[in-house]
């Protein structure tokens, strides 16, 4: 795997990595997500 295909995984994954968060956070509220980080 060469460097530029790392550096697009992580451009890719980073945001989504970040809305899936949101939504979770949506979905099930913030004490639960707090829980969840046990």
């Keep these: 795997m060469s460097g530029w295909a790392v550096l697009l995984c992580i451009l890719l994954l980073g945001p989504f ?20 980080m046990k």
């Design 17 to 36: 990595a970040l809305l899936i968060s949101g939504v979770r956070e949506k979905l099930f509220g913030a004490n639960s997500a707090a829980g969840g």
